[in-house]
């Protein structure tokens, strides 16, 4: 294991251990706190798409993740958190989309204090002896009083309205309207945000004033305490994005984000 774990680590062009602050600047700052998911617009080789049907044990994954949602354990931000963001680049580039959701899935269990760490070591080195390094049937589980679960509350509070039709009402006036001419806030990235890195600091016209609801990065965190926001559609000219952009140039392209984002135009 040990061949493979050197293997894995994460190449490094400038190699560093453990740098002491006056060593890192503004930029090497947003590098090194930039989320693995965030690659839009960076370069890459040519990827061959495959249509590939899914397993039995990722159609159960998703399945299982459904249900902690239904069941009030997480919301879908904090599943695409957990299973998508914090798990860094070598896991995330690493594992299958589906095994990243079972980590978020035990990851969210320990982390809510709904099992303990120790109860999810025992039970995996029990199906690890039960697979026997081959396939294995599953033979599901179950203990414990459900009554004392800590669930949040959007669940049931949304029931029958839907998500966000069940923020509707709750932002206030919207800042800014249909034309308006914004521009994406560059804020730091610390931890999660969807706004992607591409967009910021570029402007834009709001096409649509899309909807009332959490912000990501207070949803992802279960923060339905805070205070909801519009969400806007903004149009961008691709030119606008990339320099220099060799297609037509009336090429667009729309992205969701949050009002926290933007900001009007000069």
Known sequence: MGDFVSQLRVAFHQLRDWAYPDEIDHNLFRALMKTPHDVGGEPDAPAVFEEKEEEQWELNTFVTCEVL????????????????????????????YYGRWVLAVARCLVDKRHITLGELIERAGEVRERAGG???????????????????????????KGDPQFFAGTAGAARFAVGDPVLVRDLPTIFYTRTQEYLRGKPGTVVKVSYESLASEDEAFDRED?????????????????????GCPNDTLQAEISERWLQPAT
């Open 69 to 96: 949602g239904w069941r009030g354990i997480w919301t879908s931000e904090e599943r695409r958190r957990l299973g998508n963001v914090d798990v860094g680049r070598m896991q995330y580039l690493g594992f299958p």
């Open 226 to 246: 805070q205070q909801p926001e519009w969400f806007y559609i903004v149009r961008f000219r691709m030119t606008d994005l990339w320099e220099p952009y060799t």
């Open 134 to 160: 081959g396939l294995l049937e599953p033979l599901p589980r179950t203990s414990g009083d459900a009554r004392a679960v800590t669930r949040n509350r959007h669940h049931i509070e949304a029931l029958g």
